[in-house]
């Protein structure tokens, strides 16, 4: 049993590491009932105008993908930075695909006009 006491102390550990510091600010936060002004939307300093439930443009998706795409692209890549006589046929073809799947995706956001700025 000695050998898995690292592991229980973890597990004991952990959830109280989390909860602690969420639970602290709760007896001295203020009532948000008593300021109706915390509970109103913002939005730039000026009181909220429109519909927030309108449809949006497909060009706002596409630029917000366009910027999320190199981020799985470099944090997959960087475990095929080894050399290359240490990664298998298999490892080797999978990131190709991985990289040739993003590049159509990079591909389809620049024929539908998404980095054009009008």
């Known amino acids: 049993m000695s050998e898995f006491a ?3 102390i973890y597990l004991v550990i952990s959830p109280l590491v989390t909860l ?6 709760f007896p001295f936060a203020s009532n948000s009932l008593t300021y ?3 509970l109103s939307s913002y939005e730039c300093g000026f009181d909220p105008f429109g519909d927030a439930r309108r449809r949006f443009d497909i060009r706002f998706y596409l630029v917000s993908i366009l910027f999320i795409i190199p981020d799985p692209e470099v944090t997959f890549s960087f475990p095929w930075a080894v050399p290359l006589n240490k ?4 490892g080797s073809w999978s990131t190709m695909a991985f990289l040739l799947i993003l590049t159509i995706g990079s591909l389809y956001e620049w024929k539908r006009g998404a980095s054009d700025r009008e």
Do not use: L, R, W, Y
């Open 6 to 8: 690292p592991t229980c």
């Open 20 to 25: 602690i510091p969420h639970s602290v600010p």
């Open 36 to 38: 109706p002004e915390k």
């Open 87 to 90: 990664i298998d046929p298999f």
